[in-house]
Nanobody, 123 residues
Framework: QVQLVESGGGLVQAGDSLRLSCAAS????????MGWFRQAPGKEREFVAA????????DYSNPVKGRFTISRDNAKNTVYLHVNSLKPEDTAVYYC????????????????WGQGTQVTVSS
């Protein structure tokens, strides 16, 4: 079992940067592959980024590639999403997710989800 709590969202202007954090409970965080997803108003939840349990492998969706960076600190049981050059179309609720299978995270079927943090980008 793992519980996930996101933080770091807020209201920002286009071009700004944010760092989203996801704190995980439990002593087995380092065995979980982690990911970030987002859901914009009126749209389905979509994959944003994923990172393997050891931090070696990462994957990004095309809309965020080059602007967003996922990282993790296993000593702090935390995964981060550094979001740069924000655009109004990045406005969404951002969710953290976890699974023991990297493929499950990338496929959008992780076993664990956080409650989300709102990011709103004004033009």
């Amino acid at each position: 079992q793992v519980q996930l709590v996101e933080s770091g969202g807020g209201l920002v202007q286009a071009g700004d940067s944010l760092r989203l954090s996801c704190a995980a409970s439990g002593r087995t965080f380092s065995s979980y592959n982690m990911g970030w997803f987002r859901q914009a108003p009126g749209k389905e939840r979509e994959f944003v980024a994923a990172i393997s349990w050891n931090g070696i492998n990462t994957d990004y969706s095309n809309p965020v590639k080059g602007r967003f960076t996922i990282s993790r600190d296993n000593a702090k049981n935390t995964v981060y999403l550094h979001v740069n050059s924000l655009k109004p179309e990045d406005t969404a609720v951002y969710y953290c997710a976890a699974d023991r299978m990297f493929a499950a995270v990338v496929a959008g079927t992780p076993g664990y989800w956080g409650q989300g943090t709102q990011v709103t980008v004004s033009s």
